[in-house]
């Protein structure tokens, strides 16, 4: 009997220890799960106030509103100011342009007109005009030197193409932006020097100091004259484009080259009566002078030929 009591009350003691130690694990893992859960909400809000932080310097760095996006297609104002820089630069960059245009036209001295024409209502001007009329030897053409605007040069040449059939256009463009500064920075400093001379001038005491510094002042405003006269040529020639413009009569194209037998013949005839006429009109022309060399050797000759029958009969 007591080995039973006593077997009973160990396993009573039993399972009242096994209620504990269930309890002692669930509270020892809840305690764990609610630690965990803390460090994971602190490191989540600091990740957020990191990310919040960036964002704000990056939007204060690109001009915008803390927590305001930009627009589409807004510009940044350091993009603003780099682009206006690149086009200031462009913008002050001095170009010369100069080309030529051919064009075969039904009346070259009509199409000259026209062209003339043209370019003044464009606000440019004829330098040179040449006219050739048509005669029995040769075609009608002209030639003419244009100065046209620069900011109208394309639709000037497009005006001026379609006056008839565009045989080339040839367009060439000369930077010519170093030469204009350095001209610019020559005539500042000349006038400078001319205003300081003047100021000198009139502090001037003495007869031989007036005398120097009108001397050197007259040099200094020769040059700063030259300057200025160079500084406008270049104004002018960076302002208006120089396009030279060749009118040829339809039909005067260079005929083609003989295709056969007889045609080969007449070309060959046709080039001798040519080449005989060209000889005839170089004997023409230098038949007056061989005259003029024929009268001179006799008169040599019947010298010579005195002073020898003189020297035989002494």
Do not use: H
């Amino acid at each position: 009997m007591s080995n039973s009591t006593e077997t009973q009350g160990v396993a009573q003691g039993v399972q009242a220890r096994r209620p504990r130690r269930l309890r002692t694990w669930v509270g020892v893992t809840g305690g764990l799960a609610i630690i965990g859960l803390f460090l994971a909400g602190c490191t989540s809000l600091g990740s957020q106030s990191a990310s919040d932080s960036g964002y704000r310097s990056e939007s204060m760095d690109s001009g915008t509103v803390p927590g305001q996006l930009p627009a589409p297609g807004e510009i940044v104002a350091g993009d603003v100011a780099e682009d206006a820089a690149g086009e200031a630069t462009t913008a002050d960059r001095s170009v010369i342009t100069t080309g030529s245009v051919s064009l075969t036209v039904a009346d070259p001295i009509r199409s000259a007109e026209n062209a003339a024409m043209i370019v003044e209502e464009a606000g440019g001007r004829v330098d040179s005009r040449t006219e050739t009329p048509e005669t029995e030897n040769q075609s009608a053409s002209a030639n003419l030197s244009l100065r046209i605007p620069v900011g109208d040069l394309d639709r000037t040449l497009d005006a001026l193409r379609a006056l008839g059939t565009v045989n080339y256009v040839s367009l060439n463009s000369s930077d010519v932006t170093q030469q204009s500064q350095d001209l610019d920075a020559r005539i500042t400093a000349l006038r400078t020097s001319v205003d300081r001379l003047l100021a000198l001038m009139s502090q001037a005491t003495t007869t031989t100091d007036l005398i120097a510094i009108e001397s050197e002042l007259s040099s200094r405003q020769a040059e700063l004259e030259g300057m200025q006269s160079q500084r406008d040529y270049l104004t002018d020639q960076i302002e208006y484009s120089t396009i030279g413009l060749e009118l040829y009569s339809t039909g005067t194209v260079a005929p083609g080259a003989p295709d056969n037998f007889w045609t080969g013949v007449v070309a060959g005839w046709n080039t001798l009566v040519t080449a005989l006429g060209a000889l005839l009109v170089g004997v023409g022309f230098a038949l007056p002078w061989l005259a003029i060399l024929a009268v001179a050797g006799g008169i040599v000759f019947l010298i010579v030929r005195l002073a020898t029958r003189k020297e035989k009969a002494t």
